[in-house]
């Protein structure tokens, strides 16, 4: 029977958007908590990353990066699918996945780190799993990186006094598009959970959910999403495997492809176009907020050429499908305009690639920096 160590914390975006598909899937795992240690000599060595999760296999082999790892997931344990077998609900999951993952990770990052109240009891659990092992108290393990996450994903990100209401909403307006949803389904396709489902849990688990201002306001405001968190966590307990899905055909998808179309490709094409440039800074207004002095982040840019080569590849009776369900959002003129950074590759393999070996000098930067969004060892 195949194995797999899964490297991950408790507080990580998607170290729980990853559990809830293995959860789903009916995947063992062996859980490892990450400390400084096992992050200096197991994952960054071996995935070219101080970021979790990562998946370790009994043979040896480490895979890194949720997107493909739940497409590798999916077909080397098929049954419990969450990928949609057809081609026209895979490219509109996968293009939801995507938005959740690069587009709604920045509102989750900010009601995390933004307010006084969240960022210390957040930065008190880092500080706890992070000082394990080593000299340091957890304190003040717990303050370094407070103040780290709050100078990269807030000041570092856009956020400014003069957006930061805009940017607030952005959470609330979420809760109400997936509340609607979830008015007249027990997941968001239906009876079952799929991708759209593992993605959309990324943001609304370990950050909305369990993060006490966030969580508060979901079990406020959207007490249909607070119960699909805990409904999803625990999928793994129901029988739903040959349940069909929903075509999206739902008026209550509009909302998100909406948002997908006038903020989010938007943003990853200028952001494509200052990767392209060696600029490392832009500035945009996307969904109405003016962000100024994003970082240009090279992997963004081949999330823009993974989302176009995926729709390049769908059959022409499955585009047309397609460009009817998105017609008026922008998304599919979008897909089809030309692509900065074409050069890049787009993103298909779970595979983290050789072990690394690394100098002291190169454990000492990391262990202090961690590794940024574009470096590899």
């Not at 995507?98 to 995390?112: G, I, K, L, S, V």
């Not at 999803?232 to 209550?252: K, M, Q, R």
């Not at 998808?253 to 200028?270: E, I, K, N, S």
Request: glycine share 6%; hydrophobic share 40%; proline share 7%.
């Amino acid at each position: 029977m195949t194995t797999y160590r899964v490297y991950l914390s408790d507080v990580s975006y998607f170290s729980g958007k990853l559990e809830g598909a293995l959860r789903a899937k009916r995947i063992a795992y062996e859980r490892v908590r990450i400390t400084p240690a096992t992050l200096l000599d197991e994952v960054l060595p071996n995935t070219g990353w101080m970021k979790v999760p990562a998946v370790r296999r009994d043979d040896g082999l480490w895979f890194c990066d949720t997107t493909p790892m739940l497409r590798w997931f999916d077909a080397e344990h098929p049954t419990r699918r969450l990928l949609p077998e057809d081609p026209y609900r895979a490219f509109l999951s996968g293009l939801i996945e995507d938005y959740c993952d690069e587009w709604q990770w920045r509102p989750a990052m900010f009601w995390r780190w933004a307010y006084a109240d969240n960022a210390r009891y957040l930065g008190s659990r880092l500080g706890q799993e992070l000082a394990h092992g080593t000299p340091h108290p957890a304190w003040a393990m717990g303050l370094y990186f407070r103040r780290r996450q709050q100078r990269i994903f807030l000041r570092g990100d856009g956020v400014t006094q003069g957006n930061f209401d805009q940017i607030a909403a952005l959470y609330p307006q979420a809760l109400g598009w997936l509340e609607s949803l979830l008015q007249k389904r027990r997941y968001l396709l239906g009876d079952r959970p799929s991708l759209v489902d593992i993605a959309w849990f990324g943001p609304m688990f370990r950050h909305y959910a369990q993060d006490p201002r966030p969580a508060a306001l979901m079990a406020e405001q959207a007490p249909s999403v607070w119960a699909w968190v805990t409904r999803l966590w625990n999928s793994g307990a129901e029988e739903w495997s040959d349940t069909p899905l929903e075509d999206f055909s739902d008026p209550a998808w509009d909302a998100v492809f909406a948002d997908l179309g006038t903020a989010y490709l938007p943003y990853l094409r200028d952001n494509a176009l200052a990767v392209a440039g060696n600029t490392r800074r832009f500035s945009g207004c996307y969904g109405g907020i003016n962000y100024p002095q994003l970082p240009a982040i090279r992997y963004r840019a081949r999330c823009l050429n993974t989302l176009r080569n995926s729709y390049q590849q769908l059959s022409v009776p499955v585009r047309t499908q397609v460009e009817v369900r998105l017609s008026g959002h922008g998304i599919v003129e979008a897909l089809q305009a030309e692509t900065p950074a074409a050069s890049l590759p787009i993103i298909e393999s779970a595979l983290a690639g050789p072990p690394r070996k690394l100098g002291l000098l190169q454990r000492l930067r990391f262990y202090s920096t961690g590794t940024p969004w574009d470096s590899t060892t």
